[in-house]
């Protein structure tokens, strides 16, 4: 084989992996690009998750405050229910006890027992 026909072959492989090269240049680069927009891509949905996170927090407390209210008011509710029960029953004791002082001056007969 003659020089210059191996210095062609030689210049055809250098030719075929200079396009070998820039292929896997370009494939890098594809590469590359895809992983910053996968890289992007996470950062938004972790931005999202992290702003989905704090409402749900958000939500959570003020109903949370919401609940102490209202269970605040039922307490209240409560101790007034509570405090017209126990005078209602102290009343109830009194007319009791000022009902059995008048059958004890009727006397058994329906007639005063001071007569």
Do not use: C, W
Not at 24 to 38: T, Y
Not at 43 to 52: D, Q, S
């Amino acid at each position: 084989m003659a020089r210059r026909d191996v210095l062609e072959r030689i210049d055809g492989h250098l030719a075929r992996g200079n396009e070998l090269f820039d292929r896997v240049g370009e494939e890098l680069r594809l590469s590359r690009q895809s992983r910053e927009q996968s890289d992007a891509a996470h950062e938004r949905i972790f931005e999202a998750f992290a702003r989905l996170t704090r409402d749900i927090a958000e939500r959570f407390e003020r109903a949370e405050e919401r609940t102490e209210r209202a269970l605040g008011r039922f307490d209240a509710a409560l101790a007034s229910f509570d405090r017209k029960l126990d005078e209602s029953i102290d009343e109830s004791k009194s007319h009791r006890e000022a009902l059995f002082k008048i059958l004890e001056r009727l006397g058994p007969d329906g007639s005063s027992a001071a007569a």
